[in-house]
């Protein structure tokens, strides 16, 4: 078999579908993220929604669907602990995330699989992606665009500034849980594809490659998506293409080529910001008339208001920035 014959496969087919579903979504809802300082949010998340896949194992139910419910569940409680603003939300945030991981470990012992099975949740697996799996990514996928680019001006507002959202009329605690379910269900979306470990990668790097060209928030998100298309799709034929000597799964290799788009990209935003502070270096301001002692609606004394600067044998004082004798008298300029 050769790697063009692998395109006439059903499990191929399904892959490359659930690849390019998994690169617009993950960075849609990720701009939002990177915008709100949250980056590493996703990577909480997606420590929760291995014990969601356990769960489902456990039962035997899909575990799709018990990730997406465990991680919407994990992402509500994070926003919520980190709404509360305590010195120990950090560490709430942290026992989370590792509690959700060894449970997820400990579950899937329970119920009888190994780590083989868990690991094509984990880093992604090419042939783990059945017909029902591309049907419920495709739909989640749909919610997730529709919301991000429909209410993106809300959500803009939203992730920029909090004052200024809850100011214009906007129910912030609202809009910030939609953010946080939205990144709980981009992260199921990513499962089969890049996996639970590494999704957050795909959520953050094709929007920090997208910053260093953009120059407005639209540009960058869809840019965002693009970019996350690229490494997605290119990740996922690069892993095929060398599955033919060596063993790799699709996550680390979708990971490794955004980091490859960014690093190549670096320079480039570094010459372009560089060439935008030197054809704009300072913003023109207005020079500042002087006004002499005889334009100044009262005379300079003792209890003018002005500060006193001793000058000699006689005292200065300092208004606009000038220094003027009193009234009726002058000093020259040494």
Known sequence: MTFVDLFSLGFMQRALIAALLTGLAAPAIGTFLVQRRLALLGDGIGHVAVTGVALGLLTGTSPTWTAVLVAVLGAVLMELIRERGHTNGDVALALLFYGGLAGG???????????????????????????????????????????????????????????????????????????????????????RTVGLLLVSALMVVPVATSQQLARSFRVTLLGAMGVGCLASVGGLLLSAWLSFSVAVAPGPTIVLLALAMFTATWPIGVWLRRRSRLLAPFPEVAATPHRSPDQHPHEHGQDCGHPAVPHGDHVDYVHDGHRHAPHGEHYDEH
Do not use: C, H, K
């Open 105 to 191: 470990v400990l579950i899937t012992g329970i119920a009888g699989e190994g780590a083989a099975t868990l690991q094509a949740y984990l880093f992604g697996s090419l042939n783990a992606i059945s017909a029902s799996d591309v049907w419920f990514t495709a739909a989640l996928t749909a919610v997730v665009l529709v919301v991000a680019v429909g209410l993106s001006p809300q959500l803009f507002a939203v992730a920029s500034d909090q004052d200024f959202a809850r100011v214009a009329g906007l129910r912030v605690r609202a809009w910030n849980l939609l953010i946080a379910v939205l990144a709980a269900v981009s992260i199921t979306v990513a499962m």
